[in-house]
């Protein structure tokens, strides 16, 4: 089986100041098989000013509650570097829970505002969705999950959302955008951390692609994954072949092959010293 995604999270390393280098991090990410890249997170600015949307760090401001663009005026021509080059398919910006929640109280309180920063992370900035790691438990019809989801629906852009457990309410989730006709272009299931016993068999009746996720070094609880970890785990998962240390995965292993749609790592950071190692693990485990 060939699978058509291997993404990545990458935060700081994409933006400009602060002692990055982007167009360095382009080049390696270019050089890689490195398919959809997803810059993250979105976050909802510190105290005491918590009226900012940040991207990453707090010295990072992107949008304000009027919807006006604070960002560096350098970050749209990097996106556009980085989306044109290498084997990238797709490039998307990612909330975190408390930015998925800035957003969904700014749709309420200034749709018009909330909407101009979607429109802008379309049309400026050239994302083709937003990837929402939401992980509170609040999935009703009103929440900031399902409020962003269909203005995103509004906005043209696509979804993808990172979830570890409440599957079934995950399901629903994939029904309301798929009745609003938005597109629910896959999920970054996370078999790490809290999801460290997750099997992305378990998740494929959702009927959208199930990206499965990994991480070198995350805790709660701890796990811990070399390049060979991470190699022998995306065959384990694709093929239902081989083993893998209970350090980087705990779930129970499938029997015969499954139909992933490809697999992610959190995050560039942790792997930018074996990068290439780590990204060709991914490629050869998929079997890609």
Not at 116 to 134: A, C, M, P, S, V
Not at 141 to 161: G, Q, R, V
């Amino acid at each position: 089986m060939t699978t058509s995604r291997i993404a990545l999270y990458i935060g700081n390393e994409l933006y400009p100041g602060q002692g990055s280098d982007p167009d360095s991090t382009i080049k390696q990410l270019h050089a890689s098989p490195l398919t959809s890249p997803i810059l993250s997170l979105l976050n909802q600015s510190a105290p005491p000013n918590q009226q900012i949307l940040v991207y990453n760090e707090k010295q990072n401001p992107l949008f304000n509650t009027s919807g006006d663009y604070l960002g560096d005026k350098d970050w749209p021509r990097i996106i556009s570097d980085l989306r044109n080059g290498g084997n990238i398919q797709e490039v998307y910006l990612s909330f975190s829970t408390n930015g998925t929640e800035y957003m969904g109280n700014l749709l309420n309180s200034n749709k018009t505002a909330a909407m101009q920063i979607l429109t802008y992370i379309k049309n400026d900035l050239g994302f083709d969705g937003i990837d929402i790691d939401y992980e509170y438990s609040d999935f009703s019809n009103t929440s900031p999950l399902f409020t962003l989801a269909s203005a995103a629906i509004e906005a043209n852009l696509k979804l993808t959302a990172a979830p570890f457990t409440f599957q079934s309410s995950w399901q629903d989730w994939v029904n309301f955008v798929q009745k609003q006709q938005g597109t629910v272009s896959w999920l970054n299931l996370q078999c790490y951390a809290g999801g460290k016993t997750n099997n992305p068999g378990d998740w494929l009746s959702l009927g959208v692609p199930i990206v499965a996720g990994s991480c070198p070094n995350c805790a709660n609880p701890q796990t811990t994954c070399t390049p060979d970890n991470m190699q022998a785990l995306f065959t384990l998962w694709r093929t239902g072949q081989g083993s893998v240390p209970n350090a980087c995965w705990s779930g129970t292993p499938n029997k015969s092959a499954q139909a992933i749609g490809g697999g992610f790592i959190w995050a560039y950071g942790s792997i930018s010293s074996q990068f290439s190692d780590y990204m060709n693990a991914l490629k050869i485990g998929l079997g890609m």
